[in-house]
């Protein structure tokens, strides 16, 4: 029987749009972002902020008030678009740059419109088995082979923080005992791994920090050194952390021989891949990711290595039981999701309401295969090359030749202190806007850095870069 809307207050409909309603906005939508898509090339990478506020950055506010979908595009465009950093641009060499290719985005569309819930198999088993094939693949991809298990997660920090925690839980590892537990890792460790420690508890324990060799990996002879010395003295060494793609160089650790130091001391090994695990995708990849298969956990982020746009991690542990023991958990009015055979997103991480994320990453996948996104992390690694080759010849110093991807530089001039030369050359490369670097410190000094990640990134970008940093530097040695 059909409703008599009649009767209902004149607004109780307003979210169910009518089929030319519904037309209307997706045309206004798709055109703006075919707009921006189209001129990506003519936009700046970075918008140096100036610090003025506009007259209608009240427009954020939410109030009663409607506004029309081309008020709210104009004022996105201008003070969202327009600000910041472009992390579409191919010009964003910063930080670990994140992607956004366009099927990633239909298949969020998609995954909204349908609004699948993907937390628990019962609710949508199409999701769920979706996901698991993402988590199998990516398992398999780093030598995983069986009753290995894993979470589509919001990106590395979660990713981390859920690898940590079974680790943690493993290893039966308690307020009464933390402290005399000893955790390993590096300068280079990223930040995400200590926030996790303070969230889960693990801050009590010692926390070493190895020195590095000339190519900024982990020491092994201090490592076995100092795991000697915490055993002598009563302490337990608990988790080594490695990077396979370290944020600041790209650098990649010893993966065979951290292993081997893990299972001959029972320590946890946890590897760190969010930004270099899927450079495994490529032949030098897999050479320099030797031995990942032997960690204990792995975290990955499509959303760097994959280019899918941000929003997407993968934690993988080797044994499921551990991940399912360390966050499964019974609730009465769950007792019909329930499925013995069958693990669920919500049994193997701290998240029950969850994004049907499996879509913006799946579908491209299936469009595309592998071998494109290999050939793609292929020209990334050859563009790095590259750039670490002119770098020099134009005069700048280069710290290590690099891993993967990221490059690290500065230039030294007699007649400058190191940091405040680079900060200019950073500041004018950010003020130009064209292209994007960071910066960070290394050897106690400010370092430049040239992340390629970006999949519009190519060397018509990195002849700019290079370009921009030999303009500057004539200007200044004079």
């Known amino acids: 029987m059909k409703e008599d809307r009649s009767k209902m207050p004149t607004n109780i409909f307003e979210l169910e749009e009518s089929a030319i309603e519904r037309k209307s906005l997706y045309e206004k939508i798709i055109n703006f972002s075919e707009e921006f898509i189209h001129t990506i090339e003519e936009q700046k990478a970075y918008h140096f902020d100036t610090n003025e506020i506009a007259e209608y950055d009240s427009f954020f506010d939410i109030d009663k008030k409607k506004n029309s979908i081309e008020d709210i595009l104009v004022f996105f465009k201008e003070r969202v678009l327009n600000t910041g950093l472009n992390a579409a641009s191919g010009g964003h060499l910063g930080y670990i740059p994140g992607g956004g290719i366009y099927t990633s985005a239909l298949g969020d569309y998609l995954a909204a419109i349908t609004n699948r819930y993907a937390g628990v198999f019962y609710a ?3 999701a769920v088995r979706m996901e698991d094939a993402l988590i199998n693949w990516a ?9 290995y298990g894993g979470n589509l997660t919001s990106g590395g920090s979660m990713a981390n923080l859920i690898a940590l925690h079974t680790a943690k839980h493993h290893k039966k590892i308690t307020n009464s005992n933390v402290t005399k537990h000893v955790i390993y890792c590096t300068s280079q460790t990223h930040h995400s791994i200590y926030k996790a420690f303070k969230v889960i508890g693990l801050d009590a324990c010692v926390i070493r920090n190895i020195p590095l060799d000339s190519k900024f990996r982990i020491s092994i002879q201090d490592l076995k050194t100092q795991i000697k010395h915490d055993k002598h003295i009563g302490l337990i060494p608990f988790l080594i952390i490695a990077n396979a793609g370290s944020t600041d160089v790209g650098a990649v650790d010893p993966l065979i021989k951290l292993s081997v130091i893990a299972k001959s001391h029972n320590l946890w090994f946890h590897v760190d891949a969010a930004y270099g695990g899927f450079f495994i995708l490529t032949a030098l990849g897999k050479d320099k990711l030797k031995g990942i298969e ?28 551990y991940l399912a023991e360390a966050h499964s958990y019974d609730a009465n009015y769950m007792r019909d999701a329930k499925n013995e055979n069958q693990y669920s997103p919500a049994d193997l991480s701290p998240e029950l309401s969850k994004h049907f994320r499996g879509l913006r990453m799946w579908l491209p996948l299936k469009l595309y295969g592998e071998t494109v996104f290999s050939d793609y992390l292929n020209e990334k690694i050859q563009l790095a090359y590259y750039l670490f080759q002119e770098l020099s010849l134009i005069g700048y110093k280069t710290l290590c030749e690099p891993d993967l991807s990221v490059v690290a530089f500065r ?18 490369i950010q003020q130009d806007g064209r292209i ?21 990134t190519h060397k018509a970008e990195i002849d700019l870069l290079l370009h921009l940093l030999k303009k500057i530097k004539t200007h200044l040695d004079v």
């Open 124 to 126: 949508s088993p199409g």
């Open 436 to 456: 994007f670097i960071s910066s960070t410190i290394l050897n106690n000094k400010l370092t430049l850095r040239a992340a390629i990640l970006s999949f519009r």
């Open 411 to 428: 230039l030294e001039l007699k007649a400058y202190d190191s940091d405040v030369l680079n900060k200019i050359i950073l500041d004018y």
């Open 294 to 321: 032997l960690a204990d956990s792995v975290i990955m982020d499509p959303h760097k290595g994959l280019f899918m746009p941000y929003g997407l991690g993968i934690v993988l542990v080797k044994n499921i039981k």
């Open 139 to 147: 398992g398999r991809l780093i030598g995983y082979e069986n009753n």
